[in-house]
């Protein structure tokens, strides 16, 4: 039988046509997954940067990466301060789920003799899985001693200090020329890991933020070809505050201005550097900060806008920080949500980004932004558990919150038990000025019975930040 040529060719053009069409199919399944890169700031406030209101610090490359992506401005850390804080943001999980947080330390020191646990799962370890390069530039804060730091969990590459550049204090050395607030007026000794070994102690601080921000770009450069994870995480603007010399003296905030303004500038530089490597439209890049400002460091802390108190409290000053997402073509530009999120979301998040699923052996408890992030859905989760060390002080759901406890961030104020607890409608009432109480039993009851629900599936362990090394 002869078939016809007008038929044979009818049959190649179908054929050449389903190969055609076919091969972007398969190149696209063979794309690589995202990079991610997230930027943590150390004590930055809610209100310190100019897209979220501040009049005088200027922050034109976080207000730019605010426009062309989306700010959130109900984002939340997941602790008060900031070792317990950056163990959620890395694990996913509530610091009183794995140890990392305590009634009596609440973070760790040069002395502790403990970390965040080897049997936690981070998202470097997890995206790993995947192929991913993974680099740690800046604080760790997560256990100084070598079986904790950040080439244990994960990381290929870890620069920065192993704790908060406050401690190692000599005290008596005189204050520093950067502006060392009087109760800090010390030498600090902090010193400054490449990989597990020290290379530099004292860390020279007027140049950390300038060399982390030079090794992240090189980091970014170095595997353009693949897929990387690059957690940014800045000493800055935890006291004492140290600005380069392109940056010392500029802002009318003063040193703390300064030192948010370097901070600024090496954002720009980031993204800037993603552009120029043709990797913007393949990086989410994340910027936040890991609890609220100090306000006990007074014109050295920052501000945390219209919201109540600042670090160390579970007001909303403490805990509600910067969220801002940026990833060219696929987060919407010029976005500003309300939706309920936080630095706990970033584990599942960027596991879900990559197509690693979640551990099942272990409790979660952030979830996937990414439908927020990208525009495609919202209404993920409407509660947050506020802890200040192993005790639940304050639950959100919707819009209203309730205080069972509360204390000042720092100082002598003792704990107050509020019996019956005290309530607040953060939507009318962000400054949580006006509790409600009285008028709203039915919301009370709901809210205990949200924290008793949360409270049961949490099982008591064992702090690892109260163990310390023997004398």
């Known amino acids: 039988m002869r078939v016809p040529v007008v038929t044979l060719r009818l049959l190649l053009a179908w054929i050449t046509a389903g190969a055609v069409c076919a091969a972007p199919r398969a190149r696209a399944a063979e794309a690589p997954p995202p990079n991610l890169v997230v930027i943590l700031a150390d004590d930055l406030g809610y209100g310190d940067l100019g897209s979220y209101g501040h009049p005088t610090i200027r922050t034109p490359s976080l207000d730019r990466m605010a426009a062309e992506g989306l700010r959130l401005t109900q984002f939340y850390s997941a602790a008060e301060v900031c070792t317990p804080s950056r163990a959620a943001?890395?694990?996913?999980?509530?610091?009183?789920?794995?140890?990392?947080?305590?009634?009596?330390?609440?973070?760790?020191?040069?002395?502790?003799?403990?970390?965040?646990?080897?049997?936690?799962?981070?998202?470097?370890e997890a995206l790993k899985t995947k192929g991913y390069a993974t680099a740690c530039i800046g604080k760790w804060h997560l256990g100084h001693l070598p079986e904790y730091l950040p080439t244990r969990h994960g990381f290929d590459l870890y620069l920065g200090?192993?704790?908060?550049?406050?401690?190692?204090?000599?005290?008596?050395?005189?204050?520093?020329?950067a502006g060392v607030p009087d109760p800090l007026m010390a030498h600090f000794n902090v010193p400054l890991l490449r990989g597990e070994s020290i290379v530099e102690r004292p860390a020279?601080?007027?140049?950390?933020?300038?060399?982390?921000?030079?090794?992240?770009?090189?980091?970014?450069?170095?595997n353009r070809a693949q897929p990387f994870f690059l957690f940014l995480s800045h000493t800055m603007p935890h006291v004492p505050l140290f600005a380069s010399e392109d940056f010392a003296g500029r802002s009318p905030r003063g040193?703390?201005?300064?030192?948010?303004?370097?901070?600024?500038?090496?954002?720009g530089r980031i993204l800037?550097?993603?552009?120029?490597?043709?990797?913007?439209?393949?990086?989410?890049?994340?910027f936040t900060s890991d609890n609220g400002p100090w306000?006990?460091?007074?014109?050295?802390?920052?501000?945390?806008?219209?919201?109540?108190?600042?670090?160390?409290?579970?007001?909303?000053?403490?805990?509600?920080?910067?969220?801002?997402?940026?990833?060219?073509?696929?987060?919407?530009?010029?976005?500003?949500?309300?939706?309920?999120?936080?630095?706990?979301?970033?584990?599942?998040?960027?596991?879900?980004?990559?197509?690693?699923?979640?551990?099942?052996?272990?409790?979660?408890?952030?979830?996937?932004?990414?439908?927020?992030?990208?525009?495609?859905?919202?209404?993920?989760?409407?509660?947050?558990?506020?802890?200040?060390?192993?005790?639940?002080f304050a639950v959100r759901k919707g819009w209203w919150k309730a205080h069972f406890k509360s204390r000042s961030g720092y100082g002598p104020d003792a704990v107050v038990t509020h019996d019956p607890p005290a309530l607040y409608h953060l939507g009318r009432d962000p400054g949580e000025l006006f509790d409600v109480a009285a008028r709203h039993p039915e919301v009370i009851a709901e809210l205990v019975r949200e924290a008793e629900?949360?409270?049961?599936?949490?099982?008591?362990?064992?702090?690892?930040?109260?163990?310390?090394?023997a004398p």
């Open 295 to 392: 306000l006990l460091m007074k014109e050295q802390g920052g501000s945390a806008g219209e919201l109540r108190e600042g670090k160390g409290s579970t007001w909303e000053g403490g805990v509600r920080v910067p969220g801002i997402a940026w990833w060219p073509g696929r987060v919407p530009a010029g976005v500003v949500s309300q939706e309920l999120s936080g630095t706990l979301d970033l584990f599942a998040t960027g596991l879900a980004l990559a197509g690693v699923p979640l551990p099942q052996d272990r409790p979660i408890d952030g979830v996937d932004l990414s439908p927020i992030l990208l525009g495609s859905g919202a209404g993920l989760r409407d509660r947050h558990f506020y802890y200040r060390g192993a005790q639940l």
């Open 161 to 177: 200090v192993p704790y908060s550049n406050d401690m190692d204090r000599v005290r008596g050395a005189p204050p520093s020329a």
């Open 272 to 286: 800037e550097t993603l552009r120029a490597e043709g990797l913007a439209e393949r990086t989410l890049v994340f």
């Open 204 to 222: 020279e601080q007027t140049t950390l933020t300038r060399r982390y921000t030079e090794a992240a770009v090189e980091f970014i450069r170095a």
């Open 255 to 267: 040193i703390y201005g300064d030192v948010v303004e370097e901070l600024d500038a090496s954002t």
């Open 89 to 124: 943001l890395l694990t996913g999980r509530l610091p009183v789920r794995n140890g990392m947080t305590s009634d009596r330390r609440r973070v760790l020191y040069p002395d502790s003799a403990r970390g965040l646990p080897p049997e936690e799962i981070t998202i470097a």
């Open 453 to 469: 629900r949360h409270l049961a599936t949490v099982e008591p362990v064992e702090s690892n930040l109260d163990a310390v090394i």
